[in-house]
């Protein structure tokens, strides 16, 4: 890599309640914990791949026929009325 022109990166353990995996990242924190004698920063995260619901199949799908056979229903009559 050309030097001066990267960010550094440096070694990061992030955390999402019971998970936490390694990465590297250009974030530092002031928490820092030691893995296999290699200090990593903490970041700690409110959400993640192993918390979003999209990921972990909770989310509510949206229902959009339903939707637009609504709104068909509600102002349909009116488009026909103006033709």
Do not use: C
């Amino acid at each position: 890599m050309k030097q001066g022109v990267h960010p550094n990166v440096y070694p990061v353990l992030y955390v999402d309640g019971s998970h936490e995996w390694t990465g590297l990242s250009t974030t530092k924190t002031g928490e820092t914990r030691n893995i296999d004698g290699v200090d990593h920063y903490v970041v700690n995260l409110e959400i993640s791949a192993f918390s979003h619901p999209f990921y972990t199949g909770t989310k509510k799908l949206v229902d959009t026929a339903g939707r637009v056979e609504k709104f068909m229903r509600r102002y349909g009559n009116q488009m026909a009325n103006k033709k």
